[in-house]
């Protein structure tokens, strides 16, 4: 896709629903009795594959559009899948299921694609296997395909050497089935959607710094859920609208999930021009409208406890501080390197193709900024994050940009182009 439009980004629009939100709301709604319906489910592949993973194990789920309805069999309802669980490109899908797959009375295996079998799935099979579950890697190199045995679980402390979601969802779920309370500690915190919906649905979940402990053997309740924006979508028309001159828009409904909105503030600290209105609670999520325009940016440093809170927008602020004056450093970010892509590698090429001063480290990227970046051909490894955060440079850069492999925004973002355009008409 040849990528060349330049107007200002202005008007109102919606983002699609949260994915890590919507993901955990076919999962638990699965686990629970009753039916659940969610509005504003996310439509992204990557929600599809949990749906479609809930339904070979016997889940009734109608999906129409951004609405789902999901007929829960309770903790002890789900049934044998005939066939491998097939998680496509999902990481949450694989980790978070393993973690209920290791519960389950009957034998079962997860898989997905080419990307996730590079993944690395230790990070869930040591604390699994530390609560007894029978659990491991087909091939041998702790990725996916796993393949998992029935047997009973026992409650552990686990003290996670990652600051990561999944692995700590992971457990939880597995703690559900547990003889025992089961506790994560991870060095930081990272997003707490499934703290906050597990209590939502009825569990005895409590979270003190960076632990957080589960109750076994809870009675979950279905709920309706309605699903806020996704602030990690919302992320690339923040970006483009505080680059592009002339931009004012207005994104609505937007999480803003303490745990999930480092972009927020770290633009912010960029001398972004962000108001936050209409701050309401929906359901468990806190949520806003997010009023931007552009503004003149310069450096920061990015680290620390913050990197959790912004993973998944590291390469989009990479593209603000090429644009930026000054330097900014990335660090304490090595989990990069692990996502759908290796991030800082493929960043650091394709923002070098455009002609940005970017050196790669072990766990970031320093990048000198307020160069004046020209179009290029942008390879995103089928990365969806990458493909939208160099959509966004080509707004701001010289002359044509190609984006190969375009497509690879359904993981999370169908709409993508559409709603961009459709701020620039
Ligand atoms: C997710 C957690 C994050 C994030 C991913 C979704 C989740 O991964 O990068 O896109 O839904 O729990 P980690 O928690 O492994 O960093």
């Known amino acids: 896709m040849i990528l060349n439009y330049k107007a200002p980004l202005r008007g109102t629009l919606a983002v699609p629903g949260d994915k890590s939100i919507s993901h955990r709301s ?18 992204g592949a990557d929600c599809l594959s949990t749906i479609s993973c809930f339904r070979q194990m016997g889940i009734g789920i109608e999906q129409s559009g951004s609405s789902v309805r999901i007929h ?5 309802g789900l049934q044998q899948p005939q066939q491998m669980l097939d998680a496509g490109n999902s990481g949450t899908t694989v980790r978070l299921l393993s973690g209920i797959l290791a519960g389950q009375a009957f034998d079962s295996a997860i898989t997905g694609d080419a990307s996730i079998q590079k993944r690395p799935m230790k990070r869930v099979l040591t604390p699994l ?12 190199n702790d990725c996916a395909p796993l393949v998992i045995s029935h047997s009973s679980l026992r409650g552990i402390h686990y003290v996670s050497p990652v600051a990561s979601a999944q692995v700590k969802s992971c457990v939880l779920l597995a703690g559900l089935y547990a003889d025992g309370s089961t506790s994560v500690t991870e060095p930081t915190v990272s997003r707490n959607h499934s703290e906050l919906m597990l209590r939502y649905f009825g569990a005895e979940v409590t979270s003190e710094g960076t632990t957080a402990t589960i109750q076994p053997q809870p009675h979950l309740t279905g709920q309706k859920i309605e699903v806020p924006g996704d602030i990690s979508s919302a992320a690339y028309f923040l970006a483009a609208a505080l680059l592009v001159s002339g931009s004012e828009v207005l994104l609505t409904n937007v999480g803003i999930n303490p745990t999930r909105d480092g972009m927020l503030r770290v633009c912010q600290a960029m001398g972004a021009n962000i108001s936050l209105q209409n701050v309401r609670l929906d359901g468990a999520e806190p949520c806003a409208d997010l009023l931007v325009s552009s503004s003149s940016l310069h450096g920061t440093e990015i680290g620390g406890a ?3 809170t912004l993973i998944d927008e590291l390469p989009v602020l990479a593209v603000l501080a090429a644009f930026a004056d000054g330097e900014t450093v990335i660090r304490d970010a090595a989990e990069l390197k692990v996502k759908e892509s290796d991030r800082i590698a493929v960043m650091a090429e394709n923002l070098t193709r455009m002609g940005a001063d970017v050196t790669a480290t072990e766990d970031g990227m320093i990048i000198r900024g307020g160069r004046s970046l020209h179009g290029a051909v942008i390879d995103p490894h089928l990365d969806h994050r990458i493909a939208m955060s160099f959509a ?15 497509d690879c925004v359904r993981i999370s973002y169908p709409g993508f182009y559409k709603d961009l355009e459709s701020l620039m008409r």
């Open 26 to 43: 076919v999962m638990f709604g699965a686990l629970a009795q009753g039916t659940t319906e969610v509005s504003n489910f996310l439509t």
């Open 72 to 76: 829960g069999k309770g903790l002890h």
């Open 129 to 140: 296997t530390q609560m007894n579950a029978q659990i491991s890697s087909l091939s041998g």
């Open 306 to 308: 913050l990197i959790p």
């Open 392 to 406: 966004v440079a080509a707004l701001a850069a010289e002359g044509e940009t190609e984006i190969l492999q375009e």
